[in-house]
C-alpha cells in the first residue's frame, strides 16, 4: 500500500514540482541520530528533517503522505536500515532509485540479533541453566519445526549508532555524501566533521575508562535491548527482558525471576530502562533485587523536553556513561 502511494505522489518516480523554497541542501532522516549527526556536519548550510516526532516510539512509525514527499524532495534521505525499515526499502523499489538514500547499517559490521540467557523472545523464554552445558529450557513446548524456522531467520541489530566508533564512521559517510552533493560547502562539512570525530573520540574514551576501572561487567535490562553494538565494542556482559526491537510489553514471571535472581547473585546495583519507557519492569526486578533503576539513552528517538532543552547525541551519551559508572561500581 505504501509503494502504491510514493508512485501515486511521485508521478512515475520524479520529484515532486513543488521544489522547497530553501535552496540548501536538503537531507531527511527516519530517526535521530543521523539527523543529529547531519546537522553537526552541515550547521546552518544544510537543511534537516527528522520524519520521527520526538516522543514517538520508533518501531511503530509508519509515514504520512507529507512524509513520502519530504522523502522525494530530499538531496540525501537517511535510515536506520533493518526490521524497523521495511517499508523503506518497499518505497525505495517503487521510486526506481531516484532517492539518493542511505541505511547507517550498510556502513558498519552488522551484527545478528542475539537472544541472550532469560530473554523472553515471541512469548517464550530463552533461559540457559549455565551449570548443564548451556541447555536451553523454555516455558512452552516448541516444534522442531519452529526451532528450524527461527534458526533460517537472520535479523540484524539496526541500533549501529549506539557504540560511538560506529558513530565515528557513520559521520565520515555523511560527510562525504554531502561534500559531494555540495561542494561550495565541502571544506566547511569536513572541517565541521573532524571536530565532532574528535569529541566522539572523547565519547568512547570516557565509556573505555569507566569500564576498565569497573569492579563488574554485566549490566541488566528490564527492557529492550537494543545495545548490543554498545556491549560488544566494550566488552560487557548484559541480561535483558527483551530484543532489541521486540513489541513485547509483558514478560513472563519466568523472566521476572530470571533477571531478579541475576542482579542478586551478582549484587548488581542498578537496572536499566529505556528512555521513553515506563520503566515497570526494570522497577520491579530492583525493588524485589534491592537495587535502583536507572535510563540508559539508546538515543533511537528524542523526547520533546530534550530536544528543546538542546540535547543531542553526545549529551544523550554521557548520561550514559555516568549511569554505567553507577551501574558497574561495587
Not at 516455558?139 to 541500533?159: P, R, S
Not at 569500564?211 to 535490562?221: C, K, Q, S, W
Not at 529505556?274 to 524485589?288: C, D, F, R, Y
Request: glycine share 6%; net charge negative; with cysteine.
Amino acid at each position: 500500500m505504501l509503494a502504491a502511494l510514493f508512485l501515486a505522489l511521485s508521478g512515475c518516480g520524479q520529484k515532486m514540482s513543488e521544489e522547497p523554497a530553501d535552496k540548501r541542501l536538503q537531507i531527511v532522516t527516519t530517526i535521530f541520530p543521523p539527523c543529529d549527526f547531519a546537522r553537526q556536519i552541515g550547521g546552518n548550510d544544510v537543511e534537516v528533517t527528522m520524519l520521527l516526532k520526538p516522543g514517538m516510539e520508533s518501531h511503530s512509525y509508519e509515514p504520512t503522505p507529507a512524509d513520502i514527499i519530504k522523502i522525494m524532495n530530499s538531496d540525501i534521505f537517511l535510515y536506520a536500515g533493518g526490521e524497523s525499515d521495511v517499508w523503506v526499502e518497499e518505497l525505495l523499489k517503487a521510486n526506481d532509485g531516484h532517492t539518493e538514500s542511505y541505511a547507517l547499517l550498510d556502513w558498519v559490521d552488522p551484527l545478528e540479533e542475539e537472544t541472550s540467557a532469560g530473554m523472553q523472545v515471541r512469548g517464550h523464554d530463552h533461559i540457559h541453566e549455565e551449570a548443564h552445558d548451556h541447555e536451553e529450557i523454555h516455558d512452552h513446548d516448541l516444534h522442531a519445526e519452529d526451532h528450524a524456522v527461527h534458526l533460517e531467520e537472520t535479523e540484524y541489530d539496526e541500533h549501529v549508532w549506539t557504540s560511538p566508533r560506529n558513530a565515528m564512521v557513520i559521520v565520515e559517510n555523511i560527510c562525504e555524501i554531502m561534500s559531494r552533493k555540495d561542494p561550495d560547502h565541502a571544506e566547511s562539512f569536513e572541517e565541521n566533521a573532524a571536530d565532532y570525530t574528535e569529541e566522539l573520540k572523547k565519547l568512547d574514551q570516557a565509556f573505555t575508562e569507566v569500564v576498565e576501572d569497573a569492579g563488574r561487567n554485566t549490566v541488566i535490562f528490564g527492557d529492550r535491548f537494543p545495545l548490543l553494538y554498545f556491549v560488544k565494542t566494550y566488552g560487557l556482559d548484559y541480561y535483558a527482558a527483551f530484543p532489541g526491537c521486540s513489541m513485547e510489553t509483558e514478560p513472563s514471571a519466568a523472566t521476572i525471576a530470571f533477571l531478579t535472581d541475576k542482579v542478586k547473585e551478582e549484587r548488581i546495583p542498578v537496572v536499566f530502562y529505556l528512555e521513553m519507557s515506563n520503566g515497570k519492569i526494570a522497577e520491579a526486578i530492583a525493588e524485589a533485587a534491592g537495587a535502583r533503576t536507572a535510563v540508559f539513552y539508546s538515543g533511537h528517538s528524542i523526547t520533546a523536553k530534550d530536544l528543546e532543552g538542546g540535547e543531542d547525541y553526545l549529551s544523550l551519551m554521557y548520561r550514559n556513561v555516568e549511569a554505567l559508572r553507577l551501574a558497574l561500581s561495587e
